[in-house]
């Protein structure tokens, strides 16, 4: 099953989400949509005792309640109880509160947006566009950050039609190209702007991006024309890839007299865009 986590916000509450690409649903943290609804201050509790009196009772829905993993709030990924929408709105009605309407339309919302972001593509970049809106964010750097995120797909579906792996091997290859332009392994970078489960790119500054996507697009372009066929071959095209960007670095660096690298995010001062 391909997943894709999402924090979604409901009023001023996180409920953590998970989309299922296979089957084109959406699955809720249980806990958290309690935490919403009543408001108390161990929802982890108040769901433990009403699950079980909906299990005394024979209650199918919590019977067919999942465990996925989902990022907990220590940043790791830990098993929780899920439901669906379906499964959701059945459990709302066993929980008295005065948000269950209102968070039943939240619901239907949130799993009409997704249906209509797969039937029209440009929906999903102005929804992107929107949350890094509301992040404050920089019209200027938003448009490099979808621009970004563009080039990433055409090199993943080009690393796909070679046959290389999703998982270790696209983190292979792209710790190779990061560590080849900027000198910094992901996880290095990540450690010098002093991110933890943060997005590496949503903490760039605007020249940052540009290099990244230059390695990353001339790493495609490379493919395209070399035709690798082994994981090593994919791995020295990676290499040759970042040496563009990694050129174009230092050619800027020596220019200008300063590093292209930045140790700002967006929470420590990176003006979210604003800057350089």
Known sequence: MKKETNIKLFETKKVR?????????????????????????????????????????????????NQLKLPAQ?????????????????????IP??????????????????????????????????????LGYSD????????????????????????VNEGIEFATLTDIITKTWSGKTTKEYKRFKDLKKENLRDNMTNTEL????????????ISEASNPETFDQHAQ??????????????ELELKTGKSAISSLNAKSGMAIGKGD
Do not use: H
């Not at 806990?31 to 108390?40: C, I, K």
């Not at 950050?145 to 563009?150: A, F, G, P, V, Y």
């Open 237 to 250: 095209v990676a290499q040759q890839g970042g040496e563009i960007a990694r050129n174009a670095r230092q």
């Open 140 to 163: 200027n750097w938003i448009n490099q950050r979808l621009k970004s995120i563009e080039i990433r797909k055409e090199l993943t579906d080009e690393w796909k039609s070679k046959g």
């Open 97 to 134: 509160s005065p948000k269950a309407e209102p968070f039943k339309q939240w619901l239907a919302q949130v799993a009409k947006e997704r249906l209509d972001q797969l039937q029209d593509p440009e929906l999903s970049i102005e929804q992107a566009m929107m949350d890094y809106k509301r």
């Open 17 to 65: 989400t998970l989309w299922n690409e296979d089957s084109e649903e959406w699955y809720f943290s249980v806990v958290d949509v309690v935490g919403v609804l009543t408001d108390s201050p161990n929802p982890r509790n108040y769901w433990k005792v009403l699950k079980k009196r909906l299990l005394d009772e024979g209650n199918e829905t919590v019977t067919n309640c």
């Open 210 to 221: 540009v290099l990244n996507m230059l390695a990353e697009l001339s790493t495609k372009n």
């Open 74 to 94: 220590d940043g790791k990924m830990r098993l929780t109880d899920v439901a669906n929408t379906e499964q959701i709105f059945r459990i709302i009605q066993s």
